[in-house]
């Protein structure tokens, strides 16, 4: 039973048998390569494969039967084979005598021969090779020039100026040449001697081409290699090759006919190799109309237009993920997990954009048909990428999923009434500079012999009634359960102490490098009696600038975001330890989004009303207190003074009447 | 060989000529479709392959002897249909009185070397 295939031919649905429709293909591709060799040959062969189609279709509707073999023959002697047609017609006007006069630069002005305006094509006329050549190297260009500089595209400048200046003319299809890939000598995709087939040059040479920057940097890492996989990938250098190498292998076509072995060694080619039955190449055809090729276009730009702005989106978040890595790479801390976040950035994030930025130039190229190998792959990796991706996230979450605080509280007994603060550590200079850098996530992370030191402290002041200092350190940690979690936050260690009135504070955290970060952080409360102040230095506030903090319900980060920094270390907060739960709400909101700050300033400003009415209370009621121990120290002191007017005047009459009783004895003696 | 190729040459030369007088002379009498043509000319004896005629037809349309447009039709994407425009009529007037006087001329040779 012969296969039948369904095909869209000309707008037209045609059910034809699969040996019938090679032989139609091998046909008109006879007929496009004798027509485009003459001037408006183009358009003949347009007209001819419309006519073609509803010849086709004719046949078809005749009959519920696929169209066979025998009919393609019947059609083949209604046109015509190129060999009848040449005695037919000799004068032809060809293009060989029109084109040696007119070697300048033009844009090609065939539909079929151009993508957007005919630029690209007409550049490759003009130095006769392939135009998916030049194609793919304005491609490319604008590609790695949007990564670079976001703020012009010489690329596309340089496209839509050509299109401008350029005048458009019909070109010849002059390839004398073009890239195969080739099957007879080849060690992975025949890509490298493909190459040197086209340039003429022997195969080791382009091979060597394409291996020195991975040998180069295998050796230049070697020591960095096994704890650095992801840098493999994103030193841009040698990864290039590697890229272009899959991509040149994806839609450089592979030679099957003797027709593309001459054309990739650019021997010339004559009508009667191409009419030669050995020809077994099958081209895609072109089954559109003038709209659908309109629609096509508008599609690549609307293509070209997403993925100007995903490139540099994808390529920021993988920078991201690469910057990050030293972070990411004491959470990850198991090789199964650290394989499975490759995993998924490469599968997960990388493939899709490769993935679109292959089918787009798979399109320019002209190839329609879906590659099915290269899609299941494509498939199978992505989804390889999506199970990374959801093991990961079920690894992490489930070393992490709960959230403990251990705080441990210290009085103080400054006798001053200022409190300086010091940092502990010295001081790093280059964190200056580094907020402006790019890396400026690397500056959390500073790995020891043995532990990780971390910047995840953070520096809270509130105002107490006490009239001592106190100093409240909160460690906290994510766990698989509350007891593991309390673990990991024991297990930081934070340095911090008292010498006279000068408290001397870390901006580090250090972690054992043992075991996985747990994002392990300190929150240091200082409550500052009242009257009382605190003096931070400015070096240590410096320190603090380059932090991150975790907690249960956000991740923050501060660089350089100096405003937000000042009124959080700054400001001593105005509240009492009873209200500390709005003071966190409000902190915890106020980093957040604007209208959110402004609810956040309402209840501060809710706060201090009510703040200064208890304040103004209390005074009062000082005031009336004071009044009364007034009234009644005076009363006590009147009591006393009468009590003691009492006292003497008993005194007096006491010593007078011992006084009377002495002289009454006398005078009796004397008697 | 170089014998064989002039005479083709000569054959071919004078079919061409020929065949581009007859598809004007279809198409001055009304529109036509390139395939109705072809059928015409074989009807007439004129042995022709569409893949000769829609070359004819385009370089004649270059040159501005014809013009078309694309009219719809049934089932399918709009046909192509040729018609001859001003130049194109005075052109075939030229082939007609030339062609009247060459036909006059071979015959009267033709007959008189017969005879």
Redesign the interface.
Known sequence: MEKIVQINY???NISIEENAYNDFQQYENE?KAY?LK?V??E??FT??Q??M??IL?QKNSSGTQPITQADINELIN?????S??D??????EKYEQASTEKKRLYRNKYKQGKVIAGVCSGIANYFSIDPIAVRLVFVLFTIFNIATFFSFNLGILAYILLWIVLPSAYLKDNITRKLFRNPKDKVLGGVCSGIAQFFNTETWIIRLVFLAPFVLGIITNNSSFGGHDIHFISTSFYGITFISYLILWIIVPIAKSPTDFMLLKGEPINISTIQNPISMEKVTQNSN?GINKFLKVIAYIVIICFLLFMIPIAFGVLMGAFFSYNLADIILFSSLNKTLAIFTILFFILLPVVGIIIWLIRRIAGYTKPNRPLRVMFTGLNILGWVSLVLLVANLVKENNTYITKPTSQKFNVLTDTLYIQAIDPDSSSSEQVIFSGNALDQILHRTANDNEIRAVRIKYKRTKDSLFKVVIEKSAFGSKRLTASEHAEAARYEYRLDGNTLYLSAILAVSNKMPYHFQNVKVTIYVPENKAVHVSDNFRRQLKHSVMFNKKNFKYNVDDDENYDEDILVIDDTDEDELIIEDDVIRIKDQTNDITIRSDNAKEAKEILDDAEREAKLEIEAAQRELEETNRSVQQQLEESKRATQERIDEAKRKMEESKREAKRKLENR | MATATNT??IL??M??GVLEFAILSIIQRGEAY??DI?SELKESGMQV????L??????LK?AGYLDYRWVEST???P??YFSMSESGKAFYQSLETTWQELSKAVNTITQTKTN
């Open positions: 000309q707008g037209r007929l027509f003459e408006g040959g358009e003949t007209d001819l419309y006519r189609g509803e279709e209604t046109i015509g084979k190129p009848d047609l005695d037919e017609q000799p004068s032809g109309s | 083709d040459n071919s030369q079919k061409k390139p395939s072809a392959l569409e893949g000769t829609y070359p004819l037809l385009t370089r270059n089932g399918g994407p046909r192509k």
